[in-house]
């Protein structure tokens, strides 16, 4: 089967740095996305990764590793409007986007 | 602003009582997705149009159709609705082919209570 692994919740510092991992097992790979939802509202875009390595986007940075199917979204400097579910998702051989779950990320001030 | 826009935002309906969800989008794009989402629990697919093809997941439930009389409309029907369909419902888009890697713009959802 196909499997996305995320934390379900973690709790961060405002003005801190967080690393929140995601580990795949899927049918192929064809790209690995970074969502972030607020509570009640629907997803935003955040990253995309198709190629090992650091994809860096002002606070956020995404990294991928496919040998080892991991990636991580990096979030430095945070902020309380940060606090959000963060969505991992993989689009498999057949371009079928696989979600995670997600992880609620807790800021505290 | 080129957008995805969902309405309802809310919609409340009985038991068994059919509802119909409406997606519009400003943005062009020839791929359009239903998903539902339950609490804390990954969006799930139900069904996606690509230009006018029509791809129906293979475990969304027979009470779920769908339409899309043109490019900017999408609708979900809910024939029969159960308690276990309460859920907010994601539209959502994306630009070009099926297997390109543009992501996908999410409209506000509707959440569908079910009494």
């Known amino acids: 089967g196909q499997n996305i692994d995320q934390p379900t919740e973690m709790t961060a510092t405002e003005g801190a740095i967080v690393q929140i991992n995601c580990t795949y097992q899927?049918?192929?790979?064809?790209?690995l996305f970074w969502y972030q939802q607020h509570a009640g509202e629907a997803p935003t875009f955040l990253s995309y990764?198709?190629l090992d390595g650091l994809e860096e986007k002002g606070r956020f940075s995404s990294f991928l590793s496919r040998s080892k199917g991991y990636s991580y979204l990096l979030l430095k400097e945070l902020q309380m409007k940060d606090s959000a579910s963060y969505l991992c998702?993989?689009?498999?051989?057949?371009?079928?986007?696989?979600w995670g779950a997600g992880t609620k990320l807790i800021i505290k001030p | 602003d080129a957008m995805v826009i969902q309405n309802p935002r809310y919609q409340v309906t009985q038991f068994g009582k059919p509802v119909t969800l409406s997606c519009s989008q400003t943005?062009?794009?020839?791929?359009m997705y239903w998903y539902q989402q339950k609490s804390s629990q990954a969006p799930k697919l139900l069904f996606h149009?690509?230009?006018?093809?029509?791809?129906n997941e293979a475990d969304t439930p027979d009470n779920f159709q769908s339409r899309r009389p043109n490019t900017s409309f999408c609708f979900l029907d809910i024939r029969s609705p159960g308690l276990g369909d309460a859920a907010m419902y994601l539209c959502a888009t994306s630009r070009g082919s099926w297997d390109s890697p543009s992501e996908q713009y999410f409209g506000p959802g509707t959440r569908l209570t079910v009494t």
């Open positions: 149009y690509y230009d006018k093809d029509f791809n």
């Open positions: 943005l062009n794009h020839n791929v």
């Open positions: 990764n198709v």
């Open positions: 899927t049918s192929g790979f064809n790209g």
């Open positions: 998702a993989v689009k498999d051989s057949n371009y079928q986007l696989i």
